[in-house]
Structure formats: structure tokens, C-alpha cells
């Protein structure tokens, strides 16, 4: 095996942090999502508090054992973990918001503090110091690898991947390859065997990826899009027929009310003409007129015509 300060242990853990850093970073894109969409839409913060707890574990590991490569990066892992948690809450709902922080404070917080305390205060020896904080450390990073497979049921459920990162599920798998044989070169079995699982774990996730990458998902997507569109032709084609339902409802009763007005007018003419009649003297006594050469016009008639 190779000794520690080896040059080759150096690339290869040079290799797993940058992998590492990758991984870290792999959620950029969804926090940045939450940021523009202002929610946090289906995203769980259970496999960040995980991190972030795996991060400090292995961090307060490295200090015992001085391995300034896991020190660094694990470093880096704390800080970014807290960064994706803040935004987290800070977006998401209540309920979400106050489970993030009840874990937060129960894991990163309570469980994280007491552990250190007993073991810096209650367990006097390096060697067995170090042992417990390796097996606390591996058992917390099966925990990370298998955080993003909490989501699992909704992928099948919705046959969808789209809140299950591939490039995190990628890096997750090939950071678990090189921390491998890292820990094989270092003679680190803390650091070899999670990994083991770790990349059957991001194996299983890619998996999904290529069972539930469907193509036809863009296209439902695209009609999804476009319902709100044809709502609003609808929409507007509705407001255009009530508008000329109410039109044609004014213009029948501006006709009905001319109609009545005419109707009324011509009662009051037959019944003016009536009491005429009734007032003149007997067809005998009616004076005789002289027929007219040419019959006198007719007065014009005058018609209201409405423009709607």
C-alpha cells in the first residue's frame, strides 16, 4: 500500500475533492430555481441537513486523524450545506420551514454537540477516539448517499426525475469510486467502505434516470404550457358573445320599447279617431265634397332608425 504522504495518496485525494467539490455544487441549479420561482416547490431538506451533518462529522474526523485533505473539503461541505439549508428556509412553506429547522437543531446541533463532548471529555484515548468517530462518520455517509433515494417514491409515483439532480446522482457516484481507493491507499477502512455502498447507491440513481427520462415529458410539458393560452382565447371569445348577447338584448328591447311606443301611439290615434266619429252628425248630414282632380300628398313618414 501506499504511505501516506506519497504522491500518489496526494493525486488521488487531490482528484476526490475536486469530485467532491462537484458534488457539493451539483444543487446550485435547483437552489437557483427556488430563488427565481421564490419556492421551494417539492424539494426536501432532508438530504442537505444530512450533508452538512456527514460534512462535520467527517470534519471534526479529520482534525483527530490531521488529514488536511478530508480537513478541506469538508470545510468547504459545512459552509455550502449552510448556505443551501439558509435558502431553504428561507423560501420554503411553514410547515417544511419548521421541520428543516426542528431537524437542524435536533442532528446538526444537539446529536452533533453531545457526540463531540462525550468523546473529547469521556474517551481518554486517541486510538479509540478516532475509531468511534470513523464508524459515527461512515454510518452518517451511507445516510448521504442513500438521502437523495428518500425522493424515490415520488420519481416512480410521478414518473418523473425532475426533482432528482442527474449531475448529483453522476458526481455522487464517481466521488465514491475515488474516496474508495483513497481509503484503500491511506489503509483508511472508514473512509473505503461507505463508499462501497455509496456507489451502489449512485447506481441505483442513475438508473432512474435512464427509466424515467422520458422524452414525451417535454411534450406534455409543452401542452401544459399552452392551456393557459387557449383559457384565454376562450376567455376572450366568451366576453365577445356576452358582449354581443347584450348588445342585441339592447337593441331588441330599444325595438320592443319602439314597437310599444308605436303600438301605443296608434291606440291613441284609433281611439282619438273613435271619439271622433262618435262626435260627428249622421252620414246624411255630412256635407257632400266635390271629388278632387288630383289627390292631395301624402305628408312624409318619418322612421327612427337606431345604429348600434
Not at 348577447?245 to 320599447?257: F, K, Q
Not at 319602439?258 to 279617431?273: F, L, N, P
Request: hydrophobic residues 50%.
Amino acid at each position: 500500500m501506499a504511505a501516506a504522504g506519497s504522491p500518489l495518496v496526494f493525486a488521488v485525494g487531490i482528484v476526490g475533492n475536486i469530485l467532491s467539490f462537484l458534488v457539493i455544487l451539483a444543487p446550485v441549479p435547483t437552489f437557483y430555481r427556488v430563488y427565481k420561482r421564490k419556492s421551494t416547490e417539492s424539494f426536501q431538506s432532508v438530504p442537505y441537513a444530512m450533508a452538512l451533518l456527514s460534512a462535520m462529522l467527517w470534519l471534526y474526523y479529520a482534525l483527530l486523524t490531521k488529514d488536511l485533505l478530508l480537513l478541506t473539503i469538508n470545510v468547504v461541505g459545512c459552509v455550502v450545506e449552510s448556505v443551501y439549508l439558509a435558502i431553504y428556509i428561507f423560501y420554503a412553506p411553514k410547515k417544511p420551514t419548521a421541520f428543516t429547522v426542528k431537524l437542524v437543531a435536533i442532528m446538526n446541533v444537539g446529536l452533533y454537540g453531545v457526540m463531540v463532548a462525550v468523546l473529547q471529555l469521556c474517551v481518554k484515548d486517541g486510538e479509540s477516539r478516532v475509531t468511534i468517530a470513523g464508524a459515527i462518520g461512515a454510518a452518517f455517509a451511507l445516510a448521504v448517499f442513500a438521502a437523495p433515494l428518500a425522493i424515490i417514491r415520488q420519481v416512480i409515483r410521478t414518473k418523473s426525475v425532475e426533482f432528482l439532480p442527474f449531475w448529483l446522482s453522476f458526481f455522487l457516484t464517481i466521488s465514491a469510486v475515488v474516496w474508495f481507493f483513497y481509503g484503500l491507499l491511506m489503509k483508511d477502512f472508514f473512509v473505503a467502505t461507505p463508499n462501497v455502498l455509496g456507489l451502489l447507491f449512485g447506481l441505483a440513481q442513475m438508473a432512474l434516470h435512464l427509466v424515467y427520462k422520458n422524452p414525451k415529458k417535454k411534450g406534455a410539458v409543452s401542452e401544459v404550457v399552452q392551456v393557459p393560452v387557449d383559457e384565454e382565447k376562450n376567455q376572450v371569445q366568451l366576453q365577445q358573445q356576452q358582449q354581443e348577447e347584450e348588445a342585441g338584448h339592447v337593441v331588441a328591447a330599444t325595438i320592443d320599447a319602439d314597437g310599444r311606443d308605436e303600438q301605443d301611439k296608434d291606440m291613441q290615434q284609433s281611439v282619438a279617431i273613435v271619439n271622433i266619429t262618435n262626435k260627428l252628425p249622421p252620414p246624411e248630414e255630412h256635407p257632400v265634397m266635390p271629388p278632387l282632380e288630383h289627390p292631395a300628398p301624402l305628408p312624409p313618414m318619418r322612421m327612427a332608425v337606431e345604429v348600434v
